[in-house]
């Protein structure tokens, strides 16, 4: 039985007098006619019967009631009562003729008044019950009187058991009733009252036009005015099934889900083997190609749509479409008996209108197989063409910034003002200008205030003695103390942090150091310049300048300078400011750790370990990287720096130069996290994020604190917290923001994802040139992913503007980078040559490159090129069957499926053209099911269904990562 019940009647040509009462009757009555509490559950009386016997055969209708179904299931005289009641009330029109009946109505109780009575219009039209009577008995057309009725139990609950919110929502169904009832707004007249009765309160609705000859209402307006309110009355049910808020109300919706993902998932691995399907697409292929114009189901000749119409019938023949579609039929009756007694019959799979598009997608099978082209399944190309579904992929491992042990690099150190330590000279240090106004002194008082800042075994750390005693010693003119007291600030060590008044701190320091440099004698220099190069290196207290830093430290490598030597080579290694030149940054590194420098060991280690700009040795790697963890051991013994506590909590965290220690790594991260050190807090959050060894509001708190201190990686994977729901709910908006944070700071990781959310929409409204901007941004960051997200959008042309150019140069520039999905795409491209021109040497190339790396897809189209031949590719079994066996054997069915019958036909095109129908088919009853359940997009689903689908796959011999083309990254 419908939840929601709404009859349409009209009076037309009544005398004026019965107009008058039924105006005066909908808007003075009072509720609903009370039954003695002792009487109203005992059995009907026979009177009772026999008027309820006489309203049936009268008014057949009145069977369609929520009333007369509680009144069959329990005839009560309180139910018997309250069906009589409400039939004599919708069939005014009728009763108004029978005397007996209107002396029923005469004493019937309450209505919900507002004012004098319960009569309601647009909002601020004053109703006045006298003007409305006198309007309504001088109208000469159809005054239509609808009725619509709730179960108590639904009205209370979604909050329809008062006036207010019926008023509310017919105000705001005024466009629905013009456009239903074909009447111009400005002529529409509507009034309505509230009737709370006991087990059905409804509403009664006057309609009707100021022009007599306006205003008619069909079958199927009076269905769609039934569906529209039912939508809006039930949207809180609606929202509770679709989203699944209430899981006893969603049982029967989970199980037609996970129904509907099995079977259509089925339809994705299945192979249709009937031959029907197959010798009609080719009567279909012959009869296109004498068909003139548009190749359109619409615009076809009767006797080919027959054909067409049979071949998706036959379609609907394999058991497993025969029962998708009765599944998909059954979800669709679920939503239709929310406001109708009745679903209809499910029709022929070629007579369903929501369906229809598979006609098309017949048409366009058949004129390949006239064409002769190289045909791919659609599968094979990837229904995700835009590369990876970041809400499908399990343990996705987008890389985050590329901080991992080892890598101090310049970038790093831009991002969080950090830099290299400056370790105190072998010797007493003291330079000063001749006029004594800048100085750099590392004297008892400067010494006194470090060890304040870094705390050691004597002097316990006191951030306010080290502010202290460094504003004493800048007020003095010293550029190490007013360098010193910008990092405070900067890092927020017991102050709040200021990056303004650490800049201003900074900016002192660098013209001390500057004028300093200037007045001493060349042999003085040495480490003044070094810092000054440190400086324009990093962008403190001036704007970054990699060639200014360039010039200040050749002058200090020059002298020997070991750190100087560092820090320059990291510039040529990098190329920044200098032409990039990994020899001679390798040499640079070589001299700066022959003066055990264990910061260029460690670079030393790496270049060894990759090797750049010299051999590759992992025995050297090995020995540099040993000697560099000795080195920063001693170093942070007598410093207690938290970047060498954090680089020691990296390298025991990764083992490099040492054995893997968890524990210790966490100790020496603690360490430098409450230094204010934000990649150690970075580290910390994100290894309890991920290790689970600490609860995720831990991870939250340091990550929290890092992504404040502008730590993209930290503000990466806050994102991800928040977009996974780790902390509880999901938190779309607060991850969002977060990574336009570090997209905003050159993180391409960031600016990936946001392009992402914003094409595939769901998590946040759907936006291409938002998602435009974003990829373009990880592009431009070169990442290969990016690249070949952003090409297939360009190639596919559907969110944005097709452009063949720039998507074949995204593609190759990921290709190049390995991308073996871009590889794949790519190949074939240049295979189908339909937008490029076909080359089909170059089409191999890259689907060589792609299948060298196990892409099953590229596997699959060399073994089908080479088995099935093209002009230019002779047919080669031998080369075919290795490719098929390994495409077959990561689940690819339609490698399976020509290895299993290689040698029955010539031409397997016509059989795989039935097979891509269906998953056409599959693929149509997966988007009407997600536009009609309001889902988010293709596949998507719970975990614990996506993990029963797996299962049954697994099962079936599919590997468990088997999936459509996409990128783990």
């Not at 103390?481 to 660098?510: C, F, H, I, N, P």
């Not at 988010?936 to 697994?954: A, F, I, N, V």
Request: proline letters at 3%; aromatic letters at 8%.
């Amino acid at each position: 039985m419908a939840k929601l019940i709404f009859t349409s009647r009209y009076i037309r040509d009544a005398p004026p007098e019965h107009l008058q009462n039924y105006v005066r009757y909908i808007s003075t009555r009072e509720g609903v006619e009370k039954v003695d509490e002792s009487k109203k559950n005992l059995p009907v009386t026979p009177a009772q019967k026999d008027l309820i016997r006489q309203l049936i055969k009268d008014m057949p209708e009145s069977k369609d009631m929520l009333e007369y179904e509680d009144y069959r299931q329990r005839p009560t005289i309180g139910n018997a009562s309250e069906f009589i009641t409400q039939a004599l009330e919708r069939n005014l029109d009728m009763a108004a003729m029978k005397e007996n009946y209107v002396d029923y109505l005469a004493n019937r109780p309450r209505v919900e008044r507002i004012g004098e009575h319960g009569l309601f219009t647009d909002a601020g039209k004053p109703v006045i019950l006298a003007d409305v009577q006198k309007e309504v008995s001088k109208h000469k057309g159809p005054v239509w009187t609808h009725v619509v009725s709730l179960r108590r139990e639904d009205a209370a609950r979604l909050g329809y058991d008062s006036a207010r919110e019926w008023m509310s929502l017919l105000r705001s169904k005024r466009a629905m009733l013009c456009k239903y009832m074909k009447i111009d707004s400005g002529d529409l007249r509507w009034y309505a009252a509230f009737h709370n009765e006991g087990h059905h309160p409804h509403i009664h609705l006057m309609v009707y036009s100021a022009k007599d000859n306006d205003g008619y209402l069909t079958k199927a307006g009076i269905e769609a005015m039934r569906s529209e309110l039912a939508h809006d009355i039930f949207r809180q049910d609606f929202a509770q099934i679709y989203e699944g808020q209430n899981l006893a109300r969603n049982s029967l919706k989970d199980k037609a889900a996970e129904r509907m993902g099995l079977l259509t998932e089925e339809m994705i691995q299945g192979v249709c083997e009937n031959p029907a399907v197959g010798e009609k697409l080719l009567q279909l292929s012959e009869r296109l190609k004498h068909t003139r114009g548009k190749k359109v189901y619409g615009y076809l000749k009767a006797d080919v749509k027959r054909l067409v119409d049979q071949i998706v019938d036959e379609l609907a023949k394999d058991p497993t479409v025969a029962e998708a579609y009765q599944a998909w039929g059954e979800w669709q009756d679920r939503i239709l008996l929310t406001y109708s007694s009745k679903a209809p019959s499910l029709p022929p799979l070629s007579s369903q209108k929501q369906l229809k598009s598979i006609k098309n997608m017949v048409i366009t099978e058949a004129l390949k197989l006239g064409g002769h082209h190289f045909l791919y399944e659609t599968s094979m190309q990837g229904n995700d063409q835009t590369g990876i579904r970041l809400d499908e992929l399990e343990g996705e491992t987008i890389p985050d910034e590329r901080e991992e042990a080892g890598a101090d690099t310049e970038d790093r150190i831009v991002v969080t003002n950090a830099e290299d330590p400056l370790p105190e000279p072998e010797m007493p240090f003291y330079e000063e200008g001749e006029n004594g106004s800048a100085k750099a002194e590392w004297n008892k008082r400067y010494k006194l205030a470090r060890s304040y800042l870094y705390g050691s075994e004597r002097i316990p750390q006191d951030f306010a003695e080290a502010m202290g005693l460094f504003s004493l010693e800048a007020d003095s003119g010293n550029a190490l103390a007013m360098y010193d007291l910008g990092r405070m600030w900067a890092d927020g060590l017991g102050v709040e942090a200021d990056s303004d008044t650490a800049q201003e701190w900074y900016r002192k320091a660098l013209a001390a150091f500057l004028s300093a440099e200037k007045e001493l004698p060349e042999r003085k220099k040495t480490y003044l310049q070094y810092r000054i190069g440190k400086m324009y290196l990093v962008g403190l207290g001036c704007m970054q300048d990699y060639k200014t830093a360039a010039d200040w430290l050749e002058r200090a490598a020059g002298k020997q300078h070991k750190y100087a030597q560092y820090s320059l080579a990291g510039l040529y290694a990098r190329g920044q400011g200098v032409e990039k030149d990994p020899e001679h940054a390798f040499t640079l590194y070589r001299a700066s750790a022959a003066q055990e420098n264990p910061y260029a060991s460690y670079e030393l280690g790496k270049m060894f370990q990759s090797g750049t700009g010299t051999e590759k040795s992992e025995g050297q790697a090995k020995v540099h990287f040993q000697n560099a963890f000795s080195g920063f051991l001693v170093l942070e013994k007598q410093s207690h720096d938290d970047k060498l506590q954090y680089r020691l909590g990296q390298m025991l965290h990764q083992g490099i130069g040492t054995e893997k220690d968890e524990e210790e790594a966490v100790r020496y991260w603690q360490l430098a996290a409450k230094l204010g050190n934000v990649n150690a807090q970075y580290a910390l959050g994100k290894f309890w994020m991920d290790t689970g060894t600490g609860d995720i509001r831990q991870a939250v708190e340091w990550l929290e604190k890092a992504a404040d201190a502008g730590n993209v990686s930290a503000q990466y994977a806050l994102a991800k917290i928040y977009l996974e729901g780790r902390l509880g709910e999901r938190d779309t908006e607060k991850a969002v923001e977060l990574l336009q944070k570090a997209a905003e700071q050159g993180n391409g990781y960031a600016a990936y994802r946001l392009g992402r959310l914003y094409l595939e929409g769901g998590d946040v409204a759907k936006d291409a040139e938002k998602a435009v901007h974003w990829l373009t941004e990880a592009v431009d960051q070169e990442l290969p992913f990016a690249q070949y997200t952003l090409g297939c959008l360009y190639l596919k042309g559907e969110e944005i503007s097709k452009d063949m150019e720039k998507a074949v140069m995204l593609l190759r520039q990921s290709a190049l980078q390995g991308n073996e999905y871009a590889q794949y795409r790519l190949g074939s491209v240049y295979l189908l040559g339909e937008e490029v021109p076909q080359d089909l040497e170059e089409a191999v190339r890259w689907l060589e490159m792609s299948a060298d790396r196990g892409n099953q897809y590229a596997q699959y189209a060399l073994g089908k090129l080479y088995l099935c031949g093209q002009p230019g590719i002779p047919r080669d079994k031998e080369k075919a069957v290795p490719l098929l066996e390994a495409s077959a054997a990561q689940g690819n069915i339609y490698a399976q499926f020509l290895l299993e019958h290689m040698d029955s036909f010539r031409d397997p095109d016509v059989v795989l053209a039935a097979t891509r129908l269906m998953h056409h088919l599959s693929r149509i009853f997966q988007e009407d099911y997600r536009k009609t359940s309001g889902g988010s997009g293709r596949g998507h689903m719970d975990r614990k269904r996506r993990r029963k689908l797996q299962e049954k796959r697994m099962a079936q011999g599919h590997k468990k990562d088997d999936h459509e083309p996409q990128q783990t990254m």
